[in-house]
């Protein structure tokens, strides 16, 4: 990187009887400084790389799949780094209504309302009758702002591969999509 310099420069880290300004030891020094001024740097600023909200554009993707998510390359840049910011929470709420709700908010930027056939109920009973549809679905309707560009087969098919991820392998769905 030219230009990039070093805090530790070596020439003043040599014996005083090197540190005399010979041409050829400050030049060589110098030399080795421009060759590891990068790398200096990299360690320096080593958190910001493994912070989502701090890191370089093109690290995110290799740190999304570190914490194992996914991100949309049609989706602007702040959803991407939320994503990666909240990949633990979203591994937590995985199969559930509030983790597809959170997922899919987080890929198209857009309001969320999920409908599905679920319900939970205990009785001291046998056969006491499951509450809810007997074969479960879920209805996915997603509104998104028009301003944050997104076509509708891209937002159409995104929401679908993160349904499709996100929910139970056997429970049936629907998409829909609303540019607004």
Do not use: C
Request: proline fraction near 9%.
């Amino acid at each position: 990187m030219p230009g990039l310099g070093t805090p530790y420069p070596l020439h003043t880290l040599l014996p005083a009887v090197y540190q005399e300004e010979d041409p050829f030891v400050v030049r060589f020094t110098g030399g080795l400084d421009d060759v590891l001024a990068p790398v200096i740097s990299t360690l320096d600023n080593l958190d910001a790389y493994v912070d989502p909200l701090l890191a370089p554009e093109d690290f995110l993707a290799w740190l999304a799949g570190w914490v194992g998510v996914t991100v949309n390359d049609n989706a602007p840049l702040p959803l991407h780094r939320a994503t990666v910011a909240r990949a633990a929470e979203l591994h937590r709420l995985r199969g559930t209504v509030a983790g597809l709700r959170a997922a899919l908010e987080l890929l198209t930027g857009g309001d969320v309302e999920i409908t599905d056939s679920g319900g939970v109920t205990w009785s001291d009973t046998p056969g006491t009758a499951a509450p809810g549809d007997p074969h479960p679905w879920v209805r996915v309707h997603v509104r998104v702002p028009a301003e944050l560009g997104w076509s509708p087969d891209a937002l159409h098919a995104a929401v679908e591969a993160a349904v499709v991820a996100a929910k139970p392998a056997h429970v049936q769905h629907v998409v829909e999509v609303t540019i607004r």
